[in-house]
C-alpha cells in the first residue's frame, strides 16, 4: 500500500504544477475479466428479509433503512449511521463472513445521518450530555448538523455543529495532521468542504482550499476520505435543488488535495464513475488491487478501482460478473475482531433508499 500511495503523491505534485488531470478510465479489452481477483458477497444487516436465498442478511434490524456511513475502530464494532430512521446501530462480529449480532445500543442521530467516523483522539469533546469527554464516534447529517457521540451521552446524540445556511453534508472524514486533528465535512448543497477544528469550531479556509477550479459546473462534494495528510474528495452532479446527486454514467469526479487542501490532482474523471460516493483503500488480501483506491457508485453500485490515476477495472464475483449493489455508499475495511482484515464492510439504500442493507466482499477461494 505505501508504495501505491507514495506514487499517488508524485502524480498529485505533477497535475498541481500543470493542471487539473485528463479523466482516468480504461477499457478492459475482454482480458480484466480473467486477471482480475473474484469476491464473494455476504449479506449481513437488513431492514428485511431478502429474496434471495443464498443471500438473506444474518440479522433483521428494522432500524437499518437507508444504511449510509460506516465506522469501526481498531477494537469497536461496526456503527452504522441509518440515515431512514435518524439513528446509528452497533453490529459486532462477522469475521471472514460470519453472521453478526446486534450490540445493545440504539443512538438517535436526528436530521439525516450520512457520514461517520471514528474518533481516538483526546480532542472533540462532547459539551452538556457527553460531559465533556472526548466523541468515539462523530456523525453528519443531511440537515447540516455535526452530531457526536460518547457513552457518557447514552441513546442520545450531541448536536456540535452547524453548517452554513442550507448546508447538505453528505459525507465526513478524520483528517490528522502535524498541526492538529480536523473534521472534514462535504457540503453537497453549498458545493463546499467544511472544516472543523479539535473544538467543533469552523476553521476559516483560503479561497483555495479545497477547491477545483476545473471542475465543470453543477458538481459539488459528495463525499470526503482522508489516507494520512491526502485528501480524496468525490464529485456528484447536484440536481435543481441542490440536495441530491443525479445518477448517471460518467457523471462523477474524484480529486486528491494536499498541502490541507490547497494542491490538487485529478484522479479519475467521468467513465465508469457514476454518483461515486464510497471510498476505501483495499486490504492486502484483494491481491493484485492490494492498496489500490476503491470508489463506490451510488448510481449504479458499481465499485472501480484505482492505481493511482489509471483505471483498474471494476470488482467482480466469483462467477466474474460485476458485481453490482443497489445503492451503495460506504466501504471500510474490516479489522481483526470486526468482520477480519480481509473484509470489505459496505452499506447501502436498496429501493430508492427505501431499504438498508449491511454487509460484507471477501475474497473467493
Known amino acids: 500500500m505505501a508504495t501505491k500511495m507514495a506514487r499517488l503523491v508524485t502524480i498529485g505534485a505533477v497535475a498541481a504544477a500543470t493542471a487539473v488531470g485528463s479523466p482516468a478510465w480504461a477499457h478492459d479489452g475482454g482480458h480484466e475479466r480473467h486477471r482480475t481477483p473474484r469476491f464473494d458477497v455476504i449479506n449481513q444487516v437488513s431492514d428485511q428479509a431478502l429474496k434471495q436465498d443464498s443471500r438473506r442478511p444474518a440479522l433483521v434490524d428494522p432500524n437499518a433503512v437507508n444504511t449510509w456511513?460506516?465506522?469501526?475502530?481498531?477494537?469497536?464494532?461496526?456503527?452504522?449511521?441509518?440515515?431512514?430512521?435518524?439513528?446509528?446501530?452497533?453490529?459486532?462480529?462477522?469475521?471472514?463472513?460470519?453472521?453478526?449480532?446486534?450490540?445493545?445500543?440504539?443512538?438517535?442521530?436526528?436530521?439525516?445521518?450520512?457520514?461517520?467516523?471514528?474518533?481516538?483522539?483526546?480532542?472533540?469533546?462532547?459539551?452538556?450530555?457527553?460531559?465533556?469527554?472526548?466523541?468515539?464516534?462523530?456523525?453528519?447529517?443531511?440537515?447540516?448538523?455535526?452530531?457526536?457521540?460518547n457513552q457518557n451521552a447514552g441513546a442520545n446524540g450531541v448536536a456540535v455543529a452547524h453548517g452554513a445556511e442550507g448546508a447538505v453534508y453528505k459525507g465526513a472524514a478524520l483528517l490528522r495532521t502535524r498541526s492538529g486533528n480536523f473534521l472534514l465535512a462535504a457540503d453537497f448543497h453549498n458545493a463546499r468542504i467544511d472544516v472543523f477544528d479539535e473544538d467543533f469550531d469552523k476553521v476559516d479556509l483560503s479561497d483555495r482550499?479545497?477547491?477545483?477550479?476545473?471542475?465543470?459546473?453543477?458538481?459539488?462534494?459528495?463525499?470526503?476520505?482522508?489516507?494520512?495528510?491526502?485528501?480524496?474528495?468525490?464529485?456528484?452532479?447536484?440536481?435543481?435543488?441542490?440536495?441530491?446527486?443525479?445518477?448517471?454514467?460518467?457523471?462523477?469526479?474524484?480529486?486528491?488535495?494536499?498541502?490541507?487542501?490547497?494542491?490538487?490532482?485529478?484522479?479519475?474523471?467521468?467513465?465508469?464513475?457514476?454518483?461515486?460516493?464510497?471510498?476505501?483503500?483495499?486490504p492486502k488480501s484483494f491481491g493484485r488491487f492490494a492498496g489500490d483506491l476503491l470508489v463506490g457508485n451510488f448510481g449504479d453500485g458499481k465499485i472501480n478501482v484505482f492505481d493511482g490515476d489509471e483505471f483498474q477495472g471494476l470488482l467482480r464475483d466469483d462467477d466474474g460478473d460485476v458485481i453490482t449493489i443497489d445503492g451503495l455508499w460506504a466501504l471500510l475495511p474490516g479489522t481483526e475482531r470486526t468482520g477480519g482484515e480481509g473484509t470489505l464492510w459496505f452499506s447501502s439504500g436498496p429501493n430508492d433508499e427505501q431499504h438498508g442493507l449491511v454487509g460484507q466482499l471477501i475474497r473467493a477461494n
Open 209 to 282: 482550499s479545497f477547491q477545483d477550479r476545473d471542475l465543470p459546473e453543477g458538481f459539488a462534494p459528495f463525499n470526503v476520505f482522508a489516507v494520512g495528510e491526502q485528501v480524496y474528495v468525490s464529485y456528484a452532479k447536484q440536481d435543481a435543488a441542490a440536495h441530491d446527486d443525479v445518477p448517471g454514467v460518467g457523471l462523477g469526479f474524484v480529486d486528491l488535495f494536499s498541502d490541507f487542501g490547497r494542491q490538487v490532482c485529478r484522479v479519475a474523471s467521468r467513465g465508469t464513475l457514476n454518483a461515486p460516493w464510497g471510498m476505501a483503500i483495499a
Open 69 to 149: 456511513g460506516l465506522a469501526l475502530g481498531p477494537d469497536t464494532p461496526l456503527w452504522v449511521a441509518n440515515n431512514g430512521t435518524d439513528t446509528a446501530t452497533v453490529y459486532s462480529g462477522g469475521v471472514d463472513g460470519e453472521r453478526v449480532d446486534k450490540v445493545n445500543i440504539t443512538v438517535s442521530v436526528p436530521g439525516g445521518p450520512t457520514g461517520a467516523v471514528f474518533n481516538d483522539t483526546a480532542g472533540f469533546a462532547v459539551p452538556d450530555a457527553g460531559g465533556g469527554a472526548p466523541a468515539r464516534f462523530i456523525f453528519v447529517t443531511e440537515s447540516g448538523d455535526v452530531i457526536a457521540w
